[in-house]
């Protein structure tokens, strides 16, 4: 009985931890400025499973005027955008997550 209650509490313990943002150092955004044409800025998205989830992350931001480029990996959770500096990234997040995904 005492192995089973150390392994529940194990269980919660590694769910706590593995879903709390704030101590995912990743879970920041961080902004680089690029040559001059543009700035490169990194989001932390979670949800993405696949391919799919990239295209429609890429599509959707694609069609945004002051977007340059994106790239998503799925497999980190970063979605990369380079973009010029009058981008709204609060707009970019709400557009993410208005596609079902989440982010920190």
């Known amino acids: 009985m005492k192995k089973y209650i150390f392994l529940i509490l194990a269980v919660v313990m590694l769910a706590?931890?593995?879903?709390?943002?704030?101590?995912?150092p990743a879970a920041?955004?961080?902004?680089?400025?690029?040559?001059?044409?543009?700035?490169q800025t990194e989001l932390t998205v979670w949800g993405m499973t696949c391919s799919s989830c990239v295209a429609r992350i890429t599509n959707e931001l694609s069609e945004m005027d002051e977007i340059i480029s994106v790239s998503a990996d799925f497999r980190a959770d970063t979605v990369l955008i380079e973009h010029y500096p009058e981008l709204d990234i609060d707009l970019v997040e709400s557009v993410i997550t208005s596609l079902g995904f989440n982010m920190p």
């Open 16 to 24: 706590f931890y593995a879903c709390d943002g704030d101590n995912n």
């Open 28 to 39: 920041e955004q961080s902004t680089v400025q690029d040559d001059g044409s543009g700035v």
